[in-house]
């Protein structure tokens, strides 16, 4: 595609179940990036990769969050035993290697009742 | 540490009025960039412009324009005869130019734009 593309759109899960989020970048982006936004904390970092490394993974919340990329592509963001403090849009970005602009998902707004 | 500051949380103007966005940014960095962003009511975020640290010239994009002064560490954004269509909230950001961490962006709280018609 086009465009930076995420799924689902929405996830709505049940307090303490795991959700995996998807992300696929524009192709031959090297760089990728998670966000989250929420009404609490705005748009704030979550993690970073270039190829399938992760050199900054300093947003993450906690240890119940957790990231891959693979074949320097799709990437998935999982978070286990989800709760209510979770819910809020989690953004993908990517870019070309030393571009500095971001292209933006969709997001997929995660509600964790 | 960086930090950006939106100071204004919402703008209410009416069309054909001119409004603009203050940005004031913290960094220790010698150089960086800076960002806006538009996230319109359909929640995508979309790139505005990115301006480099050691280029200091006004910017113009149509009815948008970015006033850099270093001196004062801020990057205003101006909408010259606003329109209903530009009703969105809008987001300032910096980033490491080189970093280890990529360019990843810290975010102001975002500034929502009201046009009425």
């Known amino acids: ?113 | 540490a960086q930090k950006v500051t939106q100071a204004q949380t919402e703008i209410s103007v009416v069309e054909k009025e001119d409004v603009t966005l203050d940005c004031v940014y913290e960094t220790r960095d010698t150089t960086y960039y800076l960002f806006w962003y538009k996230q319109p009511p359909s929640g995508e975020l979309v790139f505005l412009i990115r301006r480099n640290s050691f280029d200091e010239q006004n910017e113009i994009s149509g009815r948008y324009s970015w006033n850099f002064q270093k001196s004062t560490s801020s990057f205003n954004f101006t909408i010259t005869a606003s329109q209903v269509v530009d009703s969105a909230v809008y987001f300032c950001a910096l980033s490491e130019a080189w970093g280890a961490a990529g360019n990843k962006l810290t975010f102001g709280g975002g500034t929502r734009v009201l046009v009425k018609p």
Do not use: M
């Open chain 1, 1 to 113: 595609g086009a465009g930076v593309s995420q799924s689902p759109s929405n996830k709505v899960t049940e307090k303490g179940k795991d959700v995996e989020l998807r992300c696929d970048p524009i192709s031959g982006h090297t760089a990728l990036y998670w966000y989250r936004q929420s009404l609490g904390q705005g748009l704030e970092f979550l993690i970073y990769f270039q190829g399938n490394s992760a050199p900054d993974k300093s947003g993450l919340p906690s240890d119940r969050f957790s990231a891959e990329r693979t074949g320097g592509s799709v990437s998935t963001l999982t978070i286990q035993r989800t709760q209510q403090e979770d819910s809020a849009v989690y953004l993908c970005a990517s870019s070309s290697l030393g571009s500095g602009e971001q292209f933006f998902g969709p997001g997929t707004r995660l509600t964790v009742l």
